[in-house]
């Protein structure tokens, strides 16, 4: 069996935790087995039998009003008792914020071989050989793992997710978790409202040094509004507290892979492309023909940020309205 | 408070990667390698800073790998730490790294064990929840701000789509990232006092690896920018929709 750890948001699954369902059910189909979906916390039974769609045959729903907040320790322990229940061999999560923090553990609790990030299925040619970046998105590596149990985080974004047939079974589980396993005492959370989370978005619009200073932001945000696309910023632009640190993307910050990467005033040093060039498509907009950014694009656009941004927002609103 | 800071060796941010023996082995040669920027920039200054004002006793710093890690673990004794210990082993499997270093951290009783929050050479980011897991100790992940009042920790962190504030008993495991401290540069003082500075070698613990990296593939190289006129967004909006098919 395949166990994989879904994550919801206010009891609708994440669609980064869809993908990771597909992707476990991929990898089931291949060894024979089926998939068992792991979800915590208050979410509806009929929610989680949607599950079925995406190729879980069966869910373990751990309820316990303290895993409403995040606690690593306890959410391995589930994870754990999961994998123990469903005698699985493969154990999937994501690498996001939540999956860094969790499957770790869940390995290193079984002593079992992760590969953390990966960006292609399993090769069982090769043992049980995966896909994953490396030196920041400058390369990929081939990882075997050579434990009995092996774990595997997804890079959210990496498949396509598209819903198929079906309804998944919906079975409680106790994990027997303790108090000492909420010992962290959440104080205070503040989730940005509304906005793509960048580590999800699939449209990316970000700004670089080139825009000359917070104010001119506005121009990036009208076209990311037009768009549905999330905000990213280079290093200098962060560092200079422009833009939320949150929004920098790059070696020394966020790694991301969207299906679009628009780079504004962004001259393309080879730590920001680490961050950015997983990306399918990349357009740049630049007023500098040296800029090595274009030499990793898709499309490129010379000329003045302040100018071009704008035409461009009014060129998107206008094949908007032609869709409709 | 002891605090154990552990320390990679990376490859320079700007370095060329390429690989060797039929795609097998990262090649080194001509790469300088650094203190991985998370470890020294965040991990280690907001350790210097917690004893530099009282809340803890010790900073040691440890480093997983051969005698070749030694002079970046001697850079990070220059911006500060009291000593070092390298534990004697070669890989690059995650479970391994943390599995020798929460044995040395089990023998020598430290409250907080500090890393950045990845390695920007195998990016994995696992190695501080697996310590923690290993110690059976709290983690908190992508600390942004920790502050420290007697035993109780507080740890601002970035969570998934926003930000969290915890507070949490002693011991536990944090890893950090931007906003934790500001870089520091050693001065002449510190690069001289480190040559002295006790660095203990230890042998590595009897651990299987338990992954193994067996290939390297760059990123297919991109086929030439197309270039389109400033005047014509319409085209560009056009071939996003029916040629990059992306909107």
Known sequence: MIVVLVEHSQGVFKKKSLEAVLYASHIAKEMGTGVTAVAMGNVSDSEMQTLGAYGAQKVLHTTDARLDNFSSKAYAKVVVAAAQKESAKVIVGLHDTTGKAVMPRVAARLQAGLVAGAVGYPDLSKGFTVKKNVFSGKAFAFVNITSDTKVISLMPNTFPVVKGEGSATVEQMEAGLSDADFSVKVLEVSKASGSVPLSEAELVVSGGRGLKGPENWYVLEALATELGAATACSRPVADA????????????????????YIAVGISGAIQHLAGVNGSKTIVVINKDPEAPFFKAADYGVLGDAMEIVPKLTEAVKKFKAGQN | MKIL?????????????????????????????????????????????????????????VTVGKADAEPVIRKALALGGDEAIRIDADSNDPYSIAANIADYAKAHNYDMVLCGKESIDYNNGSVGAMVAELLDMNFLGFAAKIDVAGTTVTVKREIDGGEETDACELPLVISCQKGVAEARIPNMRGIMAARTKPLTVVAGAAITSVTSITGYEMPPAKSGVKMISADNMDELVKLLHTEAKVI
């Open chain 1, 241 to 260: 507290h422009w833009r939320p640190h949150g929004e920098h993307v790059g070696q020394t910050g966020g790694t991301i892979r969207p299906n679009l």
């Open chain 2, 5 to 61: 800071v552990c320390i990679s060796q990376v490859p320079d941010t700007t370095a060329k990667i390429a690989f060797s023996d039929n795609n097998t082995t990262f090649n080194t040669q001509g790469v300088t390698f650094i203190i991985n920027p998370y470890d020294e920039w965040y991990a280690l200054v907001r350790a210097l800073e917690l004893k530099e004002s009282g809340a803890a006793t010790a900073v040691h710093l």
